[in-house]
């Protein structure tokens, strides 16, 4: 919330707790090697539900808001058009919202429908006899303190482990020049001082586990015997690639291949060109 300019107060957002359940839904990129990655992980969840085909109604309220947002923010001036003719103006170049303002947006919506939705009905008879309030905060608040002996808060100093148990994992190469993945390049201290480059070189490349995160390419995450983060971050002659999605990267390098290959062409037909001009 700080990075985008919020001031948060602390009953704004309560929930900072271990999960001992997660539910998610039946597309691709939650495969059956990541889940169990989850539930083993002493840092993940104890069961794992996936969600009923053709029942949306099961999935978090917080997807149907954020849907509701964008259903919003599309329909603004500036807004992508699924049916835009691709011909036009790029809606990004006439765009009133940058994508910080779509995060405020959201981040604000969170905080209202905790504070002030109407939930009345998720009311048990323990939370009635105690005339609590009808808010998510209140009836979570409530439950999380007589209910749950207080559950299981997370430190701070702990979220950078439940993030990398969350967060999908690769295998990467590790060669003398650095961590490769994906045909780009990383570099990270903790490979210095164990000597993996030098390894590489002298014994061949290796291989490593490492986690991603999809809408960032700008580092990798690994974690060593000791449970302990480290961050490999992306080489300084990669740069051109650095704020992108991998999704992007893999757009942008088939891009520089498909101009490579029409150079290489185009260099081919100059050769002949130039063979017969000098006959």
């Keep these: 919330c700080a990075k985008y300019g919020i001031k948060l107060k602390d009953f704004h957002w309560v929930s900072h707790h271990m999960f001992n359940v997660i539910r998610v839904d039946n597309g691709i990129e939650y495969p059956e090697e990541e889940v169990d990655g989850w539930i083993a992980s002493e840092h993940g969840c104890k069961r794992c539900e996936t969600v009923t085909k053709g029942r949306g ?19 603004m001036e500036g807004g992508i058009e699924a049916d835009r003719d691709k011909t036009e103006q790029d809606a990004s170049q006439r765009a009133l919202h940058s994508i910080d303002d779509v995060h405020r947006k959201i981040i604000r ?28 905060h209140s009836l979570w608040t409530y439950s999380m303190e007589y209910q749950m002996g207080g559950g299981h808060p997370v430190d701070k100093s702990d979220l950078p482990k439940f993030r990398y148990a969350l967060l999908p994992k690769v295998s990467v190469k590790v060669s003398e020049f650095g961590i490769e993945y994906n045909g780009l390049l990383f570099h990270g201290d903790f490979a210095k001082s164990q000597d993996w480059y030098i390894k590489a070189k002298y014994a061949g490349s290796f291989q490593k586990r490492m986690a991603y995160t999809p809408s960032l390419c700008d580092a990798l995450f690994y974690e060593d015997d000791k449970g302990t983060i480290h961050t490999f971050a992306l080489a300084e002659q990669r740069e051109q690639f650095s704020g992108l999605s991998w999704e992007e990267v893999n ?4 891009y520089i291949a498909e101009l490579s290959l029409e150079n290489k062409r185009q260099k081919n037909a100059d050769s002949v060109a130039n063979a017969i001009e000098d006959k």
């Design 57 to 75: 109604d099961l999935k978090a309220v917080i997807e149907r808001e954020l849907g509701f947002v964008d259903s919003k923010v599309s329909t």
């Design 109 to 136: 919506e969170i905080i209202t429908q905790n504070l002030r939705k109407n939930c009345s009905d998720l009311m048990d008879s323990d939370m009635a006899a105690q005339n609590i309030g009808t808010s998510p």
């Design 251 to 254: 757009l942008r390098r088939a």
